[in-house]
């Protein structure tokens, strides 16, 4: 039987580092139009060893208590009448979309692809969570909620905001509010490494509308080669990767943890580094959290990485969406349980 993960589902199965395969667009609607969606195909996904093995994770990302079942979420194909099923959430979408909508993955079950995972859930989800998924979706790592340090395991990503931007212009059978998408594309950039670095490239580029700094698009982890004497100046190191680079304008951020004061060699690595980066003709600045996580301290950040770049953005009471920064700034510097 052809099973189809959509919704929850196919989020875990992103989130389990599982190889995907793309499907033709001619077996994936042969798939979309039989896919089974009753209780023996839920209790065969639940049976998954990914989805078991992730079992915790979920539990966190939901918020489920530990005997609580986790529903299982679907596609049933078009047309087909709606059964209420303990544990199982069906879904519709019509059978026409464009080739590159399903991912078969390991157990024999298909799953909507990363694009359409995107657009399914832009009808849920508002900007802020959009641009959230999207940078998880393309970037190079996963959440694992039940570690009790909050971990990230290192992943590939699943897409890109180019392909993720030419399937929505090829999805044309499917509705899906497309100015947010559009909007959510526009600000995230490919290849975040951590959830903080999806944080600080929503929290700057995302429109002041929607509560951002509306600064131009960076590049993620962009990587810079050394010639022989910045190498030996590093010790070897052959090239670097800065967290947010804007390559036009010669300006970076980097966002240093806990772990870049931990030690005095660490310390005095990052200031060779700083020095490389000067002669290079980068302008790099240093942000760290407690910088970040205080309002006025970040404001002061970001007016200052505004006026290296060129640009302008307003802050603190002359913002004239202070209400939507902060519920913005909220949603990015808690975990980030969307989906």
Not at 41 to 46: L, P, S
Not at 89 to 94: A, C, K, L, N, S
Not at 240 to 257: A, M
């Amino acid at each position: 039987m052809d099973i189809v993960l959509c919704d929850l589902d196919a989020w875990t199965l992103f989130a389990s580092r599982a190889s995907l395969d793309p499907v033709p667009k001619v077996e994936a609607n042969r798939i979309l139009g039989t896919a089974v969606c009753d209780a023996a195909a839920a209790e065969a996904v639940r049976s998954l060893p990914w989805r078991r093995e992730l079992e915790g994770h979920l539990r966190a990302l939901t918020g489920a208590a530990p005997r609580d079942d986790i529903p299982v979420h679907l596609l049933s194909p078009p047309g087909s009448r709606r059964h209420r099923v303990r544990g199982l959430v069906p879904h519709r979408t019509p059978l026409d979309l464009p080739d590159g909508s399903l991912v078969a993955a390991p157990g024999e079950v298909f799953s909507v692809s990363p694009e359409l995972y995107l657009m399914l859930r832009a009808r849920e989800l508002p900007v802020a969570c959009l641009a959230v998924v999207a940078s998880m979706l393309w970037g190079r790592y996963s959440l694992r909620l039940d570690d009790a340090d909050g971990a990230a395991v290192r992943c590939e990503p699943r897409g890109s905001c180019a392909a993720a931007r030419s399937y929505a212009e090829r999805c044309e059978g499917l509705w899906f509010p497309r100015a947010d998408v559009a909007c959510a594309l526009d600000a995230m950039g490919d290849g975040s490494r951590s959830p903080m670095e999806t944080a600080l490239n929503a929290l700057l580029c995302l429109p002041e509308a929607k509560g951002g700094y509306g600064l131009p698009k960076p590049e993620l982890n962009h990587t810079v080669f050394l010639d022989r004497n910045q190498s030996y100046a590093l010790r070897g190191q052959r090239r670097c990767e800065i967290d947010l680079l804007w390559p036009d304008r010669g300006v970076g951020v980097e966002y240093d943890g806990g772990e870049h004061f931990s030690t005095r060699e660490a310390q005095e690595r990052d200031r060779a580094r700083d020095a490389v980066m000067r002669e290079m003709g980068l302008d790099v600045v240093r942000w760290t959290w407690p910088m970040v996580r205080d309002e006025v301290s970040c404001d002061l950040l970001v007016r200052d990485l505004a006026r290296r770049l060129g640009e302008r953005v307003r802050t603190g009471p002359a913002c004239s969406r202070l209400a939507e920064r902060r519920a913005l700034r909220s949603l990015l510097l808690a975990p980030h349980l969307v989906w």
